[in-house]
């Protein structure tokens, strides 16, 4: 055989970018591999708090109470949890309804780093730590039958060596091991005393999370621009221009790339990753994105209006953006037309502070239980007491200062009787249909 090297081509070399270790970000594994069907870690967060010193994590995942659940089992082991527990209760809704994860640290001679590519460089952030995430049940010990066994048993066996003579032997302890003991006793009840922090859970693909995201690379994609100022942007602003924005895109852009939309796109973009907005959150958006602090409000307002719905004094983009035509929704293919009345029914109920029932909903419109729970996620959120209420509720009270305020409340109102009349004409027609 011929000893010649060979070297393979290179077609292009791109820049590869190590950022500080400022982030400390951490890397949470879990203990199963999910499946698809699972959702578990992809439903709502109840609670997350976090240690600063110790470095503990705690997370807590709402269960599904309406499949695959007994509930008259889970009534019965939170009345038993919390009537053996000292502490607050553990279940304000009476009922098992959410499962906590603990930290647990490993210990690693590896470094562990996360990598971000947009096919023209490649950004790596080194991790502070990796931890394993376990179910914390430490609260079924309480009420585990085998405590009470081990009880009796131990005082039975007591009571069978009471004529037994007790021998104590001591044993002289090595230099320096009681000031050890004392150190990881002190250790322990410092970290016992130390404050849990309360921290606001961002899901995957919100703007806040991909905000996060962009911290690492946007000093390196700001550094490449200035390197090579005689990049030609001409076909970007082609493609810039002529691109369809859709709630999918939307999370993939960067907040460096968003600078390149028209003040339209840009308007779209936010309401995509933000599903509800305030005004004046929303013009701060827009300035972060290159909007001149000098636009107009009113020009902002005018492309507003045309793409997003007022709903308790906040912005959420308009059905027909989120599902536009021809398009079918993403788990049983429900037809465009369904989706916008079963979201805009959805907002209308929530609007007017009345109870959604994700069952009942599903049975007036002929809709999967997935199906709905994706629209109520793009407006709404369930709290503590397991009630759907809109994402946003507090009003800034910075569109009521706008000049012309009174006629966009006009438009708005106008707009919804329209709407719920159709709605409710479309729902009596299909009642007629079924009922012959």
């Known amino acids: 055989m011929d000893n010649e090297t060979y070297e393979d081509e290179i077609f292009k070399e791109i ?41 503990e994590l705690d997370i807590s995942y709402a269960l599904d109470a309406d499949q695959n659940y007994d509930k008259g089992h889970g009534q019965e082991l939170a009345a038993e949890i919390d009537r053996i527990s000292k502490d607050k209760s553990s279940y304000p809704s009476g009922m098992v309804d959410h499962l906590s994860f603990e930290s647990h640290n490993t210990s690693s001679n590896t470094t562990d780093m996360i990598m971000y590519t947009s096919g023209k460089s490649i950004h790596l952030c080194p991790l502070k730590k990796t931890m394993i995430m376990l179910p914390k049940l430490s609260h079924i010990d309480k009420i585990d039958p085998k405590n009470e066994n081990k009880k009796s048993s131990h005082n039975e066996s007591e009571e069978e060596e009471e004529e037994s003579e007790q021998i104590m032997a001591k044993f002289k302890d090595r230099p320096g091991k009681i000031s050890e003991k004392k150190k990881i006793q002190e250790m322990v009840k410092q970290r016992a005393m130390e404050p849990w922090i309360d921290l606001n859970f961002v899901p995957n693909g919100h703007y806040f999370s991909r905000e996060e995201l962009d911290k690492f690379i946007l000093p390196y994609s700001n550094r490449t621009d200035q390197e090579d100022p005689d990049i030609t942007m001409t076909k970007v602003d082609k493609e810039v221009i002529n691109e369809n924005i859709n709630v999918v895109r939307s999370r993939q852009l960067s907040k460096n790339k968003i600078k390149s ?71 049983f293919g429900l037809s465009f037309e369904v989706m916008r009345l079963l979201r805009d029914y959805i907002i209308h109920l929530l609007d007017s502070d009345q109870n959604v029932n994700r069952k009942n909903i599903g049975k007036i419109f002929n809709a999967p239980p997935e199906e709905v729970k994706d629209v109520l996620n793009s407006v709404a959120v369930l709290d503590k007491t397991k009630t759907w209420k809109l994402l946003v509720t507090d009003n800034d009270g910075f569109l009521e200062n706008v000049d012309n305020y009174d006629e966009i409340c006009k438009e708005q109102s106008d707009w919804w009787t329209r709407r719920v009349k159709k709605i409710n004409t479309w729902l009596e027609q299909k009642q007629i249909k079924n009922s012959m």
């Open 261 to 331: 939309y028209s003040l339209e796109k840009k308007i779209k973009i936010h309401l995509f990753n933000a599903k509800m907005i305030s005004t004046k959150m929303l013009i701060n958006l827009l300035h972060k994105s290159g909007v001149p602090s000098d636009e107009s409000v009113t020009t902002i307002l005018t492309h507003l209006k045309e793409m997003a719905v007022l709903v308790h004094g906040n912005w959420t983009i308009k059905s027909e953006e989120l599902y536009p035509d021809n398009t079918i929704s993403s788990h």
């Open 15 to 55: 820049p590869v970018y190590l950022s500080d270790d400022a982030m400390k970000l951490f890397l949470l594994h879990y203990p199963t591999q999910l499946s698809k069907n699972d959702q578990l870690l992809s439903s709502n967060v109840t609670q997350c708090k976090y240690k600063s010193e110790c470095e």
